[in-house]
């Protein structure tokens, strides 16, 4: 018996209901595996993207779970309206920040914490049979491996992971608020800022009491990417820096950078991975400062189109 999800996803999307049964059974193997360095340069990391037909009914769920979950205030990653630029803004006003990192956060959200997540939050809604339908629709089964997992590459991975955080963003949130600290969250990358030394020291020790006290999902803060940071040093909050007068800049590296390939592709010596990397770059300067990204445009009319990897359009689609 077609199931009322499966019912709702076709109206939405409109597939039969069938072929999207049949999408759901082998769901969690329809994904295309690689690898990419992390930008730490140590290791790789694994990404998945689900095949057309899943990604199309990823998004549809994110619709459909939309209205009844909430997203905290305090996340600026993959919300409409807020993003990298929003969250180094909210720490403009701090003198002392703190920066924090979940480790593995993606892989560490499991089918087992959706589940639980879904009997708090909406008991009503989906029986079990629904409840393992969206399970199977959300996680991947990575190769050679029995145990689902969130994946990085979904449209639907950064939404749910946004979901299953809001327990512990309004723990964080309060014991914040109780020590006049600003907490923001942009997926994985925790930021604190205050005006009052010695107040952070302190919000390090609750946050990692509150991450380990929570079991949907259990989630373990990285150490070595805690950071203290004071006006006395560079002030960097999601890769955008933050003046001594609170401006937001990219910095005199990026900028450095952008301008050398620039000229590159002009003297058409930029290949195509340095197109790509340069389209991103100038995407990030277009948000953060505008206006210089609006010059390096000017500059590189008359010179070839950028050209962008099937890969990279496929990763942008929607």
Known sequence: MTTRLVNRLSQQVGLPAGDIERIISSA??????????????????????????????????VEELKPHLPIHDCVHGYVIGRGIKSNAAAHRKGRFIL??????FFPSIKPVDFRAHLRESLPDR??????????????????????????????SSPSISNY????????????????AVTYTRYADDLTFSCGEEGILGEVEGAVSR???????????????KTIHISRKQRRTVTGVNITPTGELSIGRDRKRLIRAMVHRHIRGL???RGQNELIGLLGFAHDVEPSFAQKMWASLKGAPAL???RRVDYMLEG
């Open 210 to 224: 509150i991450v380990g006290e929570t079991v949907h999902p259990r989630l373990r803060i990285n150490p070595d």
């Open 99 to 104: 920066k924090m990192d979940f480790a593995d």
């Open 28 to 61: 969690p193997r329809r994904y295309k595996e690689f690898k990419i360095r992390k930008r730490s340069g140590s290791g790789f990391r694994d990404i998945a993207q689900p095949s057309r037909e899943l990604k199309i009914l990823q998004k549809a769920v």
């Open 307 to 309: 050209k962008r990897s």
């Open 270 to 272: 930029l290949d195509l």
């Open 126 to 155: 989906y029986d079990d049979i629904e409840a393992r339908q969206l399970e199977l629709l959300l996680f991947w089964l990575k190769r050679g491996e029995r145990t689902l997992r969130m994946c990085i590459g979904a449209p």
């Open 164 to 179: 299953l955080m809001y327990a512990i963003d309004s723990r964080i949130t309060e014991n914040c608020r109780l020590n």
